[in-house]
Nanobody, 129 residues
């Protein structure tokens, strides 16, 4: 199993920057992808950024050009750098990892029933005007 915990949130004025961190512990060998999501009050949770273990990064249109996702080589921490923040970026941000998704190593696929997701508890980001 994998445990996740976000840090680095808080309040910032529009135009400012924040860097969120997500500590990853437990069984990290079968991670297939790392993701950041966010959920504003009364809104559905939305995908913000994805990083595969192969190093490919993808971004939602809302953060493209402003947000950057990356991780350390040991896969013990993932980051979301957020620049030029807007009030619409105000939300609770969640880190997420996908584990054991085929074509992962057969032992990983078997251990995690061809794919499972783990989530952090979320951290608040507030951007003021």
């Amino acid at each position: 199993q994998v445990r996740l915990m976000e840090s680095g949130g808080g309040m910032v004025q529009a135009g400012g920057s924040l860097r969120l961190s997500c500590g990853i512990s437990g069984d990290t060998m079968c991670i297939s992808a790392m993701r950041w999501h966010r959920q504003a009050p009364g809104q559905k949770r939305e995908l913000v950024a994805t990083l595969t273990t192969g190093g490919d990064a993808n971004y939602a249109d809302s953060g493209k050009g402003r947000f950057t996702i990356n991780s350390d080589n040991a896969k013990t921490t993932m980051f979301l750098q957020m620049n030029s923040l807007k009030p619409d970026d105000t939300a609770i941000y969640y880190c997420n990892v996908a584990v054991g998704i085929p074509p992962a190593e057969p032992m990983c696929a078997a251990q995690y029933n061809d794919g499972m997701d783990y989530w952090g508890q979320g951290i608040r980001v507030t951007v003021s005007s």
